[in-house]
């Protein structure tokens, strides 16, 4: 090896491949562990001849490289070579890894300048590559009677080869992260290189290996670490890996005669700078240890620092600091916790005029601040520790005016620092005390704002009251705007209004009457006192009062107006945020109510708060409408005089809802409260002519267009009957009476929203068609647009086909074998259909109560027909039949107004012509039948009663008498044999109990007067 020649060149070639062979460099690894003695005696000599292989190739390495034969080494055995060392290097025979390791030195001395780069990419993959070490080869057992042999083996106890040779292992790739993250590879080779305590020691051993001294060429040291790495092996001289940092301390003593940080900082102090940038880049290092050892090596470099000397590189060591706070690595948060006490203590350092000149602090001020309220702003986690050093920088700067220009940078983290540093256990505790008492609950409530207004921060807040001028105050009025808007904690926000309660009381020059800042915060404590904490509330009123006196009344009353009472029409779409936002409404409302003078509230002002209150006094929702009630009840003590007083805010307010809000339940809400203003407004007297009146026909004409362009839904019959509600109070009239709009009874129909009403009485459920028909019936009987007797009979008609087709739909549903149809429809007592059909039903009989002889009014219609009074009474009779308590209570009464009607107005009387004649024998004795079941129907007397009643009244009637002695004589002259219903006169009276007889006697009187 060590000649020159081609024939030894060619013997060298001959001698690496046979020990490449021996050491097995050609086989695969992970091969199949041995079970039989035959194979297992074959492993052991084979692994022994690999050994042997790998210390002949150190051995001859070592001899070229020490005859200086480079060019002798062939370049195709490099990469075979390097990789038999590192396979030997992660086994369990002690010297051949020492050998492996040389060798890794010597072969990279061996080879060629342009092939290190090569090399030490196959020498770092290959290291990258040792995972598991189990033997000379790296291998998992494949089957699992060969893992429980393992794990029985395992099981014997640590194997002290097997650790050493895994903290070998470890040892390699930490020296090998170390020289990636100097971008210098061959650092890798040059920490490998120094000497370490070794058992070689033979005069044998260290003739052919010497593995206890460096085996680089000095004239290779500048390649393997150059000066300009000298800066970034600080951080290393604290690593936890000792191998590795006895490694580095080795190099830095062979190279730079070092061998101790402080030495490499006082030594080369001129590169003081670097290292300290080195050593912040290595704090943000993506491997642990490194930040670990960093962290060590900032708290070393940077204690006792002044200003001028880490000026430079202050912002972004603090920067780093903070990202390692919130480090999720154990190893570094073990560490980090000193490492902030040293930043902390040197940052109050930093700004100590006692350690530092004036002039120092004055521009250390300048920097630290901005940094800490942009940390404080980004980093939840650091927030403790910033307003811990801000609190002890206002303390360091009591009594000078260092901090003068910095006011309003500094109250707005001290006013977060009141909720962020109360103990967090008590909001656990606020959530549960209130649900089990809120009483209670209020109580811990006021004692915690009362805790904060006595804190440390709440202190130093006041102590920085004096330093505000109008220039601060302009520049802190938007930050404390959003403290108190958006402040996490009840204790922020009430500790915002408190500071400007004293910035008012203490400093009143810095807030000018009526200039920009006592508006706009004026503006800001007025949304405040929406807060939903009770305590915020009445600090924000408190506020609220001071700072009103410095605005005028007519500000307040914009600031009302926009910022409270419009404020509503953000939450368009969100019900429920909508709903809580108008119970804080509410409880703001009575506050400014409440604490401001009568003289600071302008008649304009409280006109708007009674609008907007009458309204949601309708509200769905009872938390709501429990708010609203007493701010309506404060501002008005009679509901009929607040409506006297405020009907056109309030008809303004009800129009705007309608026009502005895409929510049903808002409308539904807001139909509710037009029905109500239209019944109060009906009542006021001397009535005034409401047809005439703008603002109520603008709330019609709102109320009409939402009925026209909303689309079927559950609830619309309420807005359908808001618009015929407040359609009748601007045109009701009596009869022989002029309409109060003088308009025709086309165009009065047409802006009543007539067509509309009448469409809906024939879509959506039930219950709103009957809504409808009821708003029809109500319209019509207010203005007297009675239509002809055909068009209540077909709402009837249509009502009717409505209901049997969900009776069928009923009926057409599967049950169990002999269960009964429920009844759902028909026959149930107070259900949508018979509600629906009762309507229909009313507003039919109704329209025959409009039949007169004379027809002296545009309202009055002819004298009905016969086939007309058929139709009604065989409808009448269908429901009866089917029908519930309820709705045959509902027919009887109507056929007793109906009959009476015709006896007052003598219809059905003219010659020969009579009511029981007009309806025919069959029907009369239908009748009759229907009302002998009624006055004997054993449910209730309620029914019984009026059932005599109409059976009295039709036999005292001299044209309405023939429908009972029409079916009477019928009764009575049916066979005994005949299976007929109706009941003669004696065995009807006969039925009657006891007790509806002596309250009917009169009628029955009259019934027993039919006898011939």
């Not at 045109?731 to 469409?759: D, M, V």
């Not at 709402?795 to 009923?810: I, P, S």
């Not at 079916?967 to 006969?990: F, G, N, R, Y």
Request: aromatic share 6%.
């Amino acid at each position: 090896a060590g000649e020159a020649t081609p024939a030894a060149t060619v013997r060298t070639s001959k001698l690496i491949h046979r020990l490449l062979e021996l050491a097995g460099a050609h086989e695969e690894e992970g091969r199949n562990i041995p079970t039989s003695d035959a194979a297992k005696a074959e492993m052991a000599a084979k692994e022994r001849a690999q050994r042997c292989g790998i210390v002949w190739l150190t051995i001859l390495l070592r001899r070229m490289l020490r005859s200086g034969s480079q060019a002798s080494l062939p370049a195709e055995y490099v990469d075979p070579i390097c990789r038999s060392f590192v396979r030997a290097a992660a086994g369990l025979s002690i010297f051949v890894a020492d050998c492996s390791l040389k060798g890794m030195c010597l072969i990279f001395a061996l080879t060629p300048p342009d092939g290190r780069t090569e090399l030490m990419k196959t020498m770092f993959a290959s290291i990258s590559n040792r995972t598991v070490v189990s033997n000379m080869f790296v291998g998992t057992p494949d089957t699992a009677t060969r893992k429980e042999m393992q794990d029985g083996k395992d099981a014997g106890g640590p194997n002290s080869l097997k650790i050493t040779a895994k903290e070998r292992v470890d040892l390699l790739k930490d020296l090998m992260f170390l020289s990636r993250e100097m971008s210098h590879p061959p650092l890798f080779i040059g920490l490998l290189d120094q000497p370490v305590g070794s058992i070689w020691t033979g005069e044998i051993l260290r003739e052919a290996l010497d593995l206890q001294m460096p085996s680089i060429p000095d004239e290779l040291h500048p390649q393997l670490c150059p000066k300009v790495l000298r800066p970034k092996l600080y951080p290393f001289f604290f690593h936890s890996n000792g191998p590795l940092r006895q490694a580095v301390v080795a190099l830095t003593a062979s190279y730079f005669s070092v061998e101790s940080p402080q030495q490499l900082a006082t030594k080369f102090s001129e590169e003081w700078p670097q290292i300290a940038r080195n050593l912040v880049a290595a704090l943000g290092s993506g491997r642990v240890a490194t930040r670990e050892a960093a962290v060590h090596a900032a708290q070393a470099l940077f204690r006792g620092k002044v200003w001028s000397d880490i000026n430079f590189i202050f912002e972004d060591l603090w920067s780093i600091a903070i990202r390692l706070m919130d480090d999720m690595e154990e190893r570094v948060q073990a560490v980090v916790k000193p490492f902030m006490r040293m930043m902390r203590n040197l940052t109050l350092r930093l700004c100590d005029t006692k350690l530092s000149n004036t002039t120092d602090v004055e521009a250390a001020i300048k920097t630290l601040i901005p940094l800490l309220l942009t940390t404080c702003e980004r980093y939840t986690h650091a927030q403790p520790l910033c307003f811990d050093i801000i609190r002890e920088m206002i303390k360091l700067a009591h009594n000078t005016n260092l901090l003068s220009a910095y006011v309003q940078d500094l109250i707005p983290p001290l006013l977060v620092s009141l909720s962020m540093m109360e103990n967090t256990a008590l909001q656990y505790w606020q959530f549960h005390i209130e649900a089990a008492d809120a009483s209670k609950g209020r109580e811990l409530e006021a004692a915690r704002v009362s805790n904060s207004r006595d804190s440390e921060s709440m202190k130093l807040i006041r102590q920085l009251v004096p330093l505000v001028t109008e220039e601060n105050a302009a520049a802190l009025a938007p930050r404390t705007r959003d403290s108190l808007a958006r402040g996490v904690g009840a204790n922020t926000r009430v500790g915002a209004c408190d500071l400007w309660i004293a910035i008012c009381a203490e400093r009143p020059s810095a807030v000018p009457t009526g200039g920009q800042v006592a508006t706009s915060m004026l503006r800001c404590c007025a949304g405040a006192l929406l807060d939903q904490n009770r305590e915020v509330r009445n600090a924000a009123a408190s506020c609220f009062a001071s700072l009103a006196r410095r605005n005028t009344p007519q500000e307040l009353t914009r600031v009302v107006s926009e910022r409270l009472l419009q404020k509503d029409a953000e939450f368009r779409t969100d019900d429920a945020q909508r709903n809580a936002f108008r119970v804080s409404l509410a409880r703001a409302l009575w506050e400014v109510c409440r604490r401001c003078d009568d003289g600071a509230l302008e008649p304009e002002l409280k006109a708007s708060i009674a609008a907007k209150a009458f309204g949601l006094r309708w509200s769905s929702d009872q938390e709501v409408k429990t708010g609203w009630e007493p701010l309506w009840s404060e501002l008005c003590p009679t509901t009929s005089g607040g409506v006297e007083r405020h009907h056109k805010a309030i008809c303004k307010e009800l129009a705007s809802a309608f026009e502005e809000n895409i929510s049903r339940a808002e409308k539904m809400t807001s139909a509710k409260a037009v029905s109500a203003l239209a019944a109060l407004l009906d009542k006021q007297q001397p009535r005034p002519n409401w047809a005439t009146d703008a603002a109520v026909g603008e709330l019609q004409n709102a109320v009409r267009q939402a009925v026209q362009n909303l689309p079927v839904f559950e609830g619309s019959g309420l807005l359908v009957r808001a618009l015929a509600d407040i359609g009748a109070t601007m045109h009701r009239r009596k009869r022989n009476e002029p309409a109060p709009g003088g308009t025709s009874s086309t165009s009065l129909e047409e802006s009543l929203g007539f067509p509309l009403i009448k469409g809906f009485s024939a879509k959506g459920s039930l219950t709103d068609r009957a809504a409808a028909i009821r708003a029809l019936q109500e319209v019509t009987t207010a203005t007297r647009l009675w239509q002809p007797l055909e068009e209540p009979a077909s709402l009837y008609a249509a009502a009717a086909a409505r209901v049997d087709e969900l009776q069928k739909e009923v009926e057409n549903e599967k049950r169990e074998p002999g269960e009964a149809v429920p009844k759902r429809h028909r026959g149930k007592g107070s259900s949508p259909a018979e509600e629906l059909l009762s309507a229909c039903l009313d507003f039919w009989g109704l329209t025959f109560e409009q039949c007169r002889l004379e027809e002296d009014d545009d309202g009055d219609l002819s004298h009905p027909e016969d086939d007309e009074l058929k139709a009604f009474m065989k409808a009448c009779l269908d429901e009866f039949s089917s029908g519930s308590l309820t709705f045959r209570l509902d027919i009887v009464r109507l056929w007793k107004h109906l009959f009476a009607h015709f006896a007052e107005e003598k219809l059905f009387t003219q010659g020969d012509a009579s009511v029981g004649k007009a309806l025919g024998e069959d029907m009369c004795k239908t009748l009759v039948t229907a009302i002998q079941d009624a006055s004997l129907d054993a449910r209730s007397e309620r029914l019984r009663r009026p059932a005599l009643e109409l059976a009295g009244a039709l036999s005292k009637r001299e044209k309405q008498r023939e429908v009972l002695e029409t079916a009477l004589a019928a009764a009575a002259a049916a066979p005994p044999s005949a299976q007929v219903t109706l009941m003669t006169l004696e065995k009807w009276i006969d039925k009657v109990d006891d007790a509806t007889a002596e309250i009917c006697s009169e009628q029955l009187s009259a019934l027993r007067a039919l006898k011939p």
